[in-house]
């Protein structure tokens, strides 16, 4: 049970700390239903978004490790580490401005209340354009994402692949139920995505010395 608990600690950190960010633009979103785009839109986006990330690091890493030795794929791990520094320099940059414009965007989209609208079916919805408008949206976010989960899902085993697969997905199940109820109250929102960001460029740069460390890539060095 050893590595299960430790499969989880990093499939949270993992979570939270590649997936948070998009409660902003979903909040967004869920502030921007109408007659024809409605909340189901924004749902099936997200999923159908994340999944191509997902995918797409799952077919690079495969290709990784059959091609490459596990010591060397390990030193992706650099990536988080990067990207994490890259995150912290940048609260330091403009954060005042982009705060102020997130905080105004979600104030103004918050005094939407919606309209009834007829039930439509899940096909109806993937056949629906403005739904791959969030997944455009959520894939286009996603680049950092894709620099964490590639080096992650290669120097991951099966089974911790799935439980941190399973646990992201769960995380963005949350984020749209937190983003859906957060419509209507924007100054959480704001308050969220101004404070507890903070702390994810440290939990990527942990997780990159994770992966770097269960590789043994330092043995490189």
Excluded at 17 to 42: C, G
Excluded at 57 to 67: D, E, F, I, K, M
Aim: glycine share 6%.
């Amino acid at each position: 049970m050893d590595w299960f608990i430790e499969t989880v600690k990093i499939g949270l950190a993992t979570a939270i700390a590649t997936t948070f960010d998009d409660n902003i633009y979903l909040t967004a979103f869920f502030s921007e239903v109408n007659r024809t785009f409605r909340p189901i839109n924004v749902i099936v986006g997200e999923l159908v978004g994340f999944t191509a990330l997902v995918s797409i690091s799952l077919l690079v890493g495969r290709l990784l490790n059959q091609t490459v030795p596990s010591t060397w794929t390990g030193l992706l791990g650099i990536l988080p580490i990067l990207i994490g520094l890259n995150n912290l320099i940048n609260l330091y940059k403009n954060k005042d401005d982009s705060a102020e414009d997130k905080s105004t965007n979600l104030k103004r989209n918050a005094k939407f209340r919606g309209f009834e609208s007829r039930r439509r079916s899940l096909w109806d919805v993937l056949c629906d354009r403005q739904t791959y408008r969030v997944s455009a949206v959520t894939i286009s976010n996603g680049g950092n994402n894709l620099g964490i989960y590639i080096p992650l899902f290669v120097s991951s085993s099966p089974p911790s692949l799935a439980v941190i697969i399973l646990i992201c997905y769960l995380a963005i199940c949350t984020w749209l139920f937190l983003s859906y109820t957060l419509t209507h109250q924007p100054n959480i929102a704001f308050i969220l995505s101004r404070y507890a960001s903070k702390f994810f460029p440290f939990v990527l740069m942990w997780l990159g010395v994770r992966i770097i460390m269960d590789s043994e890539s330092y043995r490189l060095f």
